[in-house]
């Protein structure tokens, strides 16, 4: 174990500073990018990059602590959890009914992409096709899905910081990563939508307020639960994360699909092993 602070306010402190640290993307990353507009095949990129790097984090970190808080049982029962809840979230907000304006099914795209019955079929500069399908309310569900992940994940921080549980630089340095990654594109995607600026700022800022209390939340739940539950936390965290990179990041990287999304999947995949190599 390490020791992260000699007292319960250093500490305390330590869990405020990592957690803002964890949930900064989500003002900094929509800040930026409401204001630059990014093509088609970098978003599908990012959104492929940030899957890597979030696969990365549950196999080399949140999975592995888990078990050794618990065991094999407590952990599955947490990923379950986990999984299970972001899915109905997922399942509830993706068929609530479409609003009165267009029935909520026409979409404005960046200028360079026109859209027809919600599938666009271009060519690529190398004379290649990129099929790209846009679906709607998909920027909603990326804010909601980021949030549905990302509190347990500073949940799982707070734990950590309590206890002691060695590699949370890297940890929190690959959440950083993948959180920016996905923020750019879910903001993208909600100025798809026609969705205000104002509007898409007040959604990240609430996302910012809730992933940010994780961290104390996820301290003090060390006073009243042992390892063993503590296990099932991390769990969940692991299956919320991976039914979100499944349901949400993959899928929406490839419908804007080109050639190298694979390749940016591997990048973050590989960044998030080397980090976790060398700083762990």
Known sequence: MVDYANSILGALILTMIVSLLVASPFLIASIISKEYRH????????????????????????????????????MGAGFAIGAVTFSLVRYKIQNKPASTTNEGRQQNIDSDVSLSNNHIEKKGNKGEKEIQTERTGSGKLIVIGTLTDSHPETIMIGVMIALGIPGLFPTALALFIGNFAATIVGTRELIAENESKRKILKRWATVFIFVTIGG?????????????????????????????????????????????????????????????????
């Open 216 to 280: 104390p939340i996820g301290y003090f739940l060390t006073l009243f639960l042992n390892e063993y539950y503590l296990s099932i936390v991390f769990s969940f965290a692991a299956g919320a994360l991976m039914s979100f990179v499944t349901e949400e990041l993959i899928p929406d990287a490839y419908r804007k699909v080109n050639w190298h999304i694979g390749l940016s999947a591997c990048a973050g995949l590989f960044l998030s092993f080397a980090i976790f190599h060398f700083y762990h």
């Open 39 to 74: 093509p088609l095949r970098l978003r599908a990129d990012l959104a492929s990059f940030s899957a890597g790097i979030f696969i990365g984090t549950v196999t080399f970190s949140i999975m592995e602590e888990s078990i050794k808080l618990g065991d094999i049982y407590s």
